[in-house]
């Protein structure tokens, strides 16, 4: 049996179509759990799963890690789903709350203020329902679907990777397929042709999901799936920022 966990958000439904519905992986026995980025990185980093989509802050974390697809979540400019959102402009937030769901955010947001703001707005520690004390000089990191379903209630919203795209004029990765174990290269070369028929075969997962969003659009447009060059030079200077700011 091969775990797996993925993360549960609308930018992966593409690979959760492939994994589940092609014929690659019919004949593997797998085990597929959806989990927010954060505890996606937990399982493999404990060892409870064998391969997750994980956040690429927390690949360091895992022993033995190793990248296994030409596949991630990714963004060149604005991502959409990835944002700061406030009720004042970027130069005037006092105050950040940083989403509990993904350390890569946190990361992000914290070079982007350090590296080229310039100045460090007090860093706040977020749980669940914390979306309601952004308000007066206080923002918030918000990711994933609930960015995508609330950044119309604040007035000033920044894309953190549109932001990256700014300073570095690099795409930006946000989780990518990693595995703790040698997986067999049958396994692997199934594996990477079930992503490739989700990806292939994404204009179907609208008629399969009630969100109310311009799916295919989003899917589309604003995630950036292939693992390219250019993406691995992001994902280095990524590393390399976080290491000064730690």
């Known amino acids: ?18 994994i589940n519905n092609s014929v690659y992986l019919k004949n593997h026995k797998i085990e597929v759990s959806l989990d927010i980025p954060s ?10 799963v064998d391969i997750g989509l994980i956040p690429i802050a927390t690949i360091p974390d895992v022993s033995n890690g190793s990248i296994i697809s030409k596949y991630c979540i990714g963004a060149n400019g604005k991502v959409g789903s990835v944002l700061l959102l406030s009720e004042v402009p970027l130069e005037n937030i006092t105050k950040i709350h940083l989403d509990y769901q993904s350390r890569t955010s946190v990361s992000l947001i914290k070079i982007i203020y350090n590296k080229w703001l310039k100045y460090d707005p007090l860093w706040i520690e977020s749980e669940p329902g914390y979306e ?18 609330i950044k119309d209630n604040y007035k000033f919203s920044y894309d953190l990777s549109e932001l990256w795209k700014q300073y570095t004029n690099l795409p930006f990765v946000f989780a990518c397929w990693i595995t703790r174990i040698p997986l067999g290269k049958p396994f692997m070369q199934d594996f990477e042709s079930a992503l490739q028929w989700g990806l292939k075969n994404k204009q179907h997962i609208k008629h399969q999901i009630g969100y109310p969003l311009d799916i295919e659009s989003y899917l589309s447009k604003f995630i950036k799936y292939e693992l ?3 993406k691995k030079k992001a994902m280095e200077l990524f590393f390399d920022l976080s290491g000064e700011i730690n």
């Open 1 to 18: 049996m091969i775990r797996i966990s993925a993360v549960n958000y609308l930018n992966a439904t593409p690979f959760i179509y492939g």
């Open 39 to 48: 505890i996606c990185a937990k399982k493999l980093i404990n060892g409870d």
């Open 132 to 149: 309601k004390q952004i308000k007066g000089t206080t923002g918030g990191i918000v990711i994933g679907d609930r960015a995508l379903q």
């Open 228 to 230: 390219d060059e250019d």
